[in-house]
């Protein structure tokens, strides 16, 4: 792994890990902000005090979206610290809950999912995916076939996380103690 030397990468690698980071976080302020009232509920599930609540279910998605916008900027570092920052926090978050044995919703957006700690596991692996968002690049210029193998993956990285949702829910739906509460 020449990237954690801090020897210049492939920028297509740079480029895939930015696309999906990306698409994740805007999904996740667009599920936030599209249902504000839902995600106030999945705060104070999360035992958010009553007061902060209107304030985070505003913030985060915001914040979200920003992550978003300094990726596809010169600032692309910052938005990569920007997205992991908030994926280890809603991570730990879950951990907190897991630990407490809460069983609750985790807010992912879609349908409802209960918090486990293999979810904990996946937003520690999408932070560092974020990570990698800032790894430095080779100079090389991105071409048409780098567009489609970006495009490419963005969609199978959505299908494996759709899919690790779904066997989750498979798994929650077998067993009666994880279903939210």
Not at 93 to 106: G, I, N
Not at 118 to 140: K, T, W
Not at 158 to 173: G, H, I, K, P, W
Request: glycine residues 6%; aromatic residues 8%.
């Amino acid at each position: 792994m020449t990237w954690l030397s801090g020897a210049p990468v492939d920028p297509l690698w740079a480029a895939i890990c930015i696309a999906w980071t990306a698409a994740l976080m805007l999904h996740a302020a667009f599920a936030k902000a599209g249902d504000l009232a839902l995600f106030e509920q999945h705060l104070a599930a999360y035992r958010v005090p009553a007061s902060s609540v209107p304030l985070l279910a505003r913030a985060l998605p915001a914040a979200e979206a920003l992550a978003v916008l300094l990726l596809l900027s010169p600032w692309r570092g910052a938005g990569a610290a920007l997205a992991a920052l908030l994926l280890l926090a809603y991570a730990m978050a879950m951990a907190w809950q897991r630990l407490h044995q809460r069983v609750l919703d985790c807010g992912c957006g879609g349908a409802p999912l209960p918090v486990s700690w293999p979810l904990v596991a996946r937003n520690g692996v999408l932070a560092a995916v974020a990570l990698a968002s800032a790894m430095p690049v080779a100079d090389r210029s991105l071409g048409l076939a780098d567009a489609l193998v970006i495009a490419a993956a963005v969609v199978l990285g959505a299908l494996l996380y759709a899919a690790f949702s779904q066997v989750l829910r498979q798994f929650a739906a077998n067993d009666p103690a994880a279903a939210p509460r």
